[in-house]
């Protein structure tokens, strides 16, 4: 049998991974498990798998490609280059992979758990890092009244003033699922956000034949409780496929540095290389030309505070 070499990722780690024989078959990742996978195969059809050792770790929306080992059980043999990769920050602040080939991140937010602005924040830098578009969704409108939409409308102009759509749905009164649905369609997205905004019941909106778990708010704290467990792909029936993932009551970026987050703002580009510092962090430096603009408010002073609290996070990593 002709044993040959493929996108190797770690060519130096070990040789043996990423190898093609007559056998190697295309996969795609659906979940992981953490001891086994579930992949689908060029026909649909779901194999559990395990992966060779050596591999690293794979993530939902990995291609790989994997050798079957019995009736709908394989062995993944290797993992085709990632266009795309969302990380975020172990315990110990190593990057850990969280999904993988993706054009979208959907952050979801909510009423009910109250809305975050420095995690969605946080998304979007992430967003912006990965170099994919981020869309947020502000799900459970149907707690708004008039007043309360008009302010939830006015807090996210900081995200529509810097060109970031956003839209308005419920699951609950179905209301704004056909635009999501379309701002899906024929791409690769995850859903990310707080547990309980309704990441789940909104593919099941969409979705609506399969059998996904949806969680009960916590009545004394109206927290979620972390109902989805893991990440998972789903096709979506116009095309495109659509990543849930389970709740998070923080998001960490991970080992990034002041470039990368100056960067992860897409608002300050216009005053970068302006500050009368060249090397000027925009913490409190004179002649600080973000620092200005935020006075101005043609940067939101709340963003400029979300990016300091991250220069500030990442500093003491
Ligand atoms: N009022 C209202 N409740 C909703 C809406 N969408 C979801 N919920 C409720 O919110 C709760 C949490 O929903 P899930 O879909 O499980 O939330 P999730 O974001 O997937 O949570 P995790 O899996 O824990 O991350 C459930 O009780 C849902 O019924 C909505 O549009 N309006
Ligand atoms: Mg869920
Ligand atoms: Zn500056």
Known sequence: MSAKKISSRSPARNNTSNTVTDNTREGLVIVNYGKSLLI????????????????GPIVCGDRIGWEPAGDRSGVITGIEPRHTLLTRADGENRARP???????????????????????????????????????????????????????????????????????????????????????????????????????SLIKRLLPELDIAIGKLSEASGLGRHTTTATTLYHLPEGGKLIDSPGVRDFRLGPVDRVQLEQGFREFRNSLGQCKFHNCRHMSEPGCAVASAAQENRISPRRLESYRQLVIASQGT
């Open 40 to 55: 689908e195969d060029g026909h649909g059809e779901l194999v559990r798998c395990v992966p060779r050792r050596s591999l």
């Open 98 to 200: 969280l999904a993988a080939n993706l054009d979208q991140i959907v952050i979801v937010a909510a009423t009910e758990p109250e809305l975050d602005e420095y995690l969605v924040d946080k998304y979007t830098v992430a967003a912006e890092l990965v170099g994919v578009q981020p869309l947020l969704v502000i799900n459970k409108t149907d707690l708004l009244d008039s007043n309360t939409r008009a302010s939830f409308e006015q807090r996210v102009a900081d995200y529509t003033g810097i060109g970031y759509r956003v839209l308005f749905t419920s699951t609950l009164a179905n209301t704004g699922v056909p635009a999501l649905e379309q701002a899906l369609t024929g791409r690769t997205s995850i859903l990310v956000g707080q547990s309980g905004v309704g990441k789940s």
